[in-house]
């Protein structure tokens, strides 16, 4: 990589608004051990500050602008990236409903970037994952196969008994893993984006 050329460029969506959260923990776990790469550039994207609508326009956005400014701001910000981490809570065996909701407002700025996850919860959030996997490829996105599922022993552990991520090394190695699928999978589209 020369001087010039910056790395490609990495959105991690805190995928919960509420009060009181567990998300921003994961996320800026995620985020702290993935800037340690050169090859990637990562950058924290907080729902909250995009407060959408539940979905109302006329059209979808696969066939025109939207009007809502919130989600004008949330699609720029999309369009920055190269691809994206999402780190979703499991609500009800599902991806929380603001989440899913933000997907909607945008269409274009997601197609052939790659996805990748960190869930939390039951299982690992891997239902909610399987179910934003499968709206990710409508989307026209790739998502990575590989996934942090941080299950209800280190979620509890981490978030009511003072433990850390430290605490359970197997997380960062998962970590690392979908990190390095990731790293390929951005590379690849961004330059069959590019030639396009």
């Known amino acids: 990589m020369t001087s010039q050329q910056q790395p490609p460029r990495i959105g991690i969506i805190i995928g919960s ?15 702290e051990l993935a800037r340690q790469r050169t090859d990637l550039s990562f950058e924290l994207i907080d729902l909250r500050d995009y407060p959408l609508p539940f979905f109302n326009e006329a059209g979808a956005p696969a066939w025109g602008p939207v009007k809502n400014e919130a989600a004008q701001r949330w699609a720029a ?36 970037k790659p996805i990748a996850f960190v869930g939390y919860g039951g299982v690992g959030a891997a239902r909610a994952v399987e179910q934003l996997r499968l709206v990710a490829v409508e989307m026209q996105m790739a998502p990575v196969r590989n996934a942090v599922h941080i299950g209800m022993v280190e979620f509890l552990g981490i978030w009511q008994q003072g433990k850390t991520f430290d605490d359970f090394p197997h997380l960062a190695q998962a970590a690392n893993g979908m990190l390095d699928d990731l790293a390929w999978w ?11």
Not at 17 to 31: C, L, M, N, S, V
Not at 186 to 196: D, F, N, S
Request: no cysteine; hydrophobic share 40%; aromatic share 12%.
């Open 17 to 31: 608004t509420r009060e009181g959260r567990f998300g921003e923990k994961p996320a800026h776990w995620i985020y």
């Open 77 to 112: 910000k999309l369009d920055t990236l190269d691809g994206l981490i999402v780190v979703t809570p499991e609500y009800n065996h599902g991806p929380s409903a603001v989440l899913k909701n933000a997907i909607d407002w945008a269409y274009k700025e997601f197609i052939r």
């Open 186 to 196: 951005t590379k690849a589209l961004k330059t069959a984006r590019e030639a396009a």
